[in-house]
């Protein structure tokens, strides 16, 4: 049974740090492409960031690149998301997902992504 299990959200102020993790069970996680998506109320779940089965090119979203980092740990089946510079519009739901589409074909959209995280909350709030 795949398990992805998000954590390290919570609540913090403008201009903040946090990193947030996921931790993968039941398939072999160096196989598969991870990325993170964000889903705020009332909107679409969005892309984030993405990165291959092997830790490199990773991929932004526009408005997060030079704010956030993808990274993973193949020997301990995580993926990590260290994010900085935070805004209050960085506030939603994160949710981390695994994939084993083709890198150069993979989309920036949940539908090309096989398994997903229960997700965890971000609150950027004064």
């Known amino acids: 049974q795949v398990e992805l299990v998000e954590s390290g959200g919570g609540l913090v102020q403008p201009g903040g740090s946090l990193r947030l993790s996921c931790a993968a069970s039941g398939l072999t996680f160096r196989s598969w492409h991870a990325g993170w998506f964000r889903q705020a109320p009332g909107k679409e779940r969005e892309f984030v960031a993405a990165i291959n089965r092997s830790g490199g090119t990773p991929r932004y979203l526009d408005s997060v690149r030079g704010r956030f980092t993808i990274s993973r740990d193949n020997a301990k089946n995580m993926v990590h998301l260290q994010m900085s510079s935070l805004k209050p519009e960085d506030t939603a739901v994160y949710f981390c997902?695994?994939?084993?589409?083709?890198?150069?074909?993979?989309?920036?959209?949940?539908?090309?992504?096989?398994?997903w995280g229960q997700g965890t909350q971000l609150t950027v709030s004064s």
């Open positions: 997902a695994a994939t084993n589409t083709v890198w150069s074909a993979l989309r920036p959209v949940p539908d090309d992504y096989d398994y």
